[in-house]
């Protein structure tokens, strides 16, 4: 069995990353009704200037999933670990079955 690598990357960081990679047209966001809710659901957040930087938070009773998932779809895909990733991923094929072995074989 292979190790997890866990990753700690703020949500901040993550947002800041993508709007800055968006804003450099680095990240495209294609036009879908998906793609609009995302971004809605980013523009949607709340951000509040704090000594430590700039926290975003989610407005009571909306959601920021699909926008989030963007973010770390940006920040994951100029990652130097992807290519293992997309390897670990891929479908393997399926061992070749054996032949079974029965006493017969043995006379």
Known sequence: MG???IYTIGRSYLL???HSEFQSGVVKMVESPM???AFQQLA???TELRDSGTV???PSGKHDDLGMSCAM???AARHPHLPTWIHNGSPRKPPKP???VSWEAWT
């Open 35 to 37: 793609a609009r809710r």
């Open 3 to 5: 190790r997890w690598t």
């Open 16 to 18: 800041e990353l993508f």
């Open 98 to 100: 054996r032949h079974p």
């Open 56 to 58: 975003y938070r989610c």
């Open 44 to 46: 949607d957040l709340e």
């Open 73 to 75: 779809l940006a920040w």
